[in-house]
Every structure is written in C-alpha cells, then in structure tokens.
C-alpha cells in the first residue's frame, strides 16, 4: 500500500505563488505517473498536471505557463510550483500515483487565492 502526504497549500494573494509537494510513502515500481488534480466547490475534479517517471509532462490548458510539476524519482515526491496565481485557480489539490498495478490519491491541500 503506498500513501501520499501533500504540504504547501494555503491562502495566497492574486499573482502570488505557492508551491505543493506530495510525498509517497512505500515501493514504486515500474512505470508510474505522478499528477496534480483540482476540485473546486460545486465543480468536477480536474487533471492540472502529470509527470511520468521518464520526465515527460502533461498541463491543463488553465495553467500552462504558470505552473510547473517536477518529480524527485528516487523520493517519490512530485512537485507543483504555482505561479501568477488567479482566484479561479482556488481548489482543494489532490495529489496522485498511479503504477501499473495500483493507483493512491492524497488527502487533499486547500488553496486560496483570494485578495
């Protein structure tokens, strides 16, 4: 069993920044993306970013330009830095693994964007 601990979120000013990380505890194995979804009140969840582990990189539309996922393989802990920050972007982040075996969500990350 593998468990994601997200950090990082918070209350932040429009055109500010933030950055997420997710920690997996447990043994990855094969190949495996790790990715960044969001989910504000009343809206469906929605991918914002994945990365696989051979570095390739996937973005929403939304947030291309502004945010970065980046991946620490031998960690297994993915990042999310999150740049020129808008009101639309306030959502609760989920973090996520998936293998060709199992998948695991995080518990969820508040932020805030708001003057």
């Known amino acids: 069993q593998v468990q994601l601990v997200e950090s990082g979120g918070g209350l932040v000013q429009p055109g500010g920044s933030l950055r997420l990380s997710c920690a997996a505890s447990g043994s990855v194995f094969g190949r495996s993306f790790m990715g960044w979804y969001r989910q504000a009140p009343g809206k469906e969840r929605e991918l914002v970013a994945r990365?696989?582990?051979?570095?390739?990189?996937n973005y929403a539309d939304s947030v291309k330009g502004r945010f970065t996922i980046s991946r620490d393989n031998a960690k297994n802990t993915v990042f999310l830095q999150m740049n020129s920050l808008k009101p639309e972007d306030t959502a609760v982040y989920y973090c996520?693994?998936?293998?060709?075996?199992?998948?695991?969500w995080g518990q969820g990350t508040q932020v805030t964007v708001s003057s």
């Open positions: 990365i696989y582990s051979d570095g390739s990189r």
């Open positions: 996520y693994l998936g293998t060709t075996v199992s998948s695991a």
